[in-house]
């Protein structure tokens, strides 16, 4: 069975400070995404990447930034955290091989910033 | 732009009754279609996917039609049952600079009374 796992699980931060989301995913899958969820409006794309070194804006990219060190790593950055920023994230992966491709979630990571 | 519509933010039914979650979306063309589920405390996985209008897509009971005429991806399921309650997401395949990536709606929660 596929593993995407983020951390932390849980985290709080002050605003103005910097903060730092991690996936990990055992798949081998080329593709990795971050998504945001908020009630009413869902899951929105924020980066992505098609392997390692690279990443790709989404719908929402701004006040974030993304680093794909290698296949199996995809960090979620931000370098001023705002309370606008507080939310669910979920990182997910996919094989590009496979179509259609079938994305693999994280359990999410919830990020409060007071 | 493109998007993926989900009019319903909560549904609630009895067991056994009749489930339908609608879902339109707005792009060119036919793209890939999907339904992912979420259950509480989890991330979303995948439900059911259909490549080509039209077709048809089931699991777990569940089914969604392709209908390219009206563009609309609706979830239907006879007989729900309480361990169905979840948050239900409308799901479109996009074409980004190097690769796709998956738009999702914004999603329906379902609650199922016994």
């Known amino acids: 069975e596929a593993a995407v796992t983020q951390s932390p699980r849980n985290k709080v931060a002050v605003t103005g400070g910097k903060v730092t989301l991690s996936c990990n995913q055992t798949n081998n899958h080329n593709n990795m995404y971050w998504y945001r969820q908020d009630t009413g409006h869902g899951l929105r794309l924020i980066h992505y990447?098609?392997?390692?070194?690279?990443?790709e804006k989404g719908d929402i990219p701004d006040g974030y930034k993304a680093s794909r060190p290698s296949q199996e790593n995809f960090s979620l950055i931000l370098e001023l955290a705002t309370p606008s920023q507080t939310s669910v994230y979920f990182c997910?992966?996919?094989?590009?091989?496979?179509?259609?491709?079938?994305?693999?979630f994280g359990h999410g990571t919830k990020l409060s910033v007071l | 732009g493109d998007s993926v519509i989900q009019m319903q933010g909560q549904v609630t039914l009895s067991e056994n009754d009749f489930l339908f979650i609608n879902c339109t979306y707005s792009t060119t063309g036919y793209p890939t279609l999907f339904w992912y589920v979420q259950y509480s405390g989890e991330g979303p996985q995948l439900l059911l996917q259909v490549t080509t209008a039209n077709n048809k897509g089931s699991s777990r009971g569940f089914e969604a039609t392709y209908d390219k005429g009206t563009t609309s991806f609706h979830l239907q399921k006879t007989s729900v049952q309480e361990i169905d309650s979840a948050v239900y997401y409308c799901?479109?395949?996009?074409?980004?600079?190097?690769?796709?990536?998956?738009?999702f709606g914004t999603g329906t929660k379902l609650q199922v009374v016994p």
């Open positions: 799901a479109m395949r996009e074409r980004g600079n190097s690769g796709t990536y998956q738009r």
């Open positions: 990447s098609y392997g390692a070194g690279s990443t």
């Open positions: 997910a992966s996919g094989d590009r091989d496979r179509v259609p491709e079938r994305l693999f």
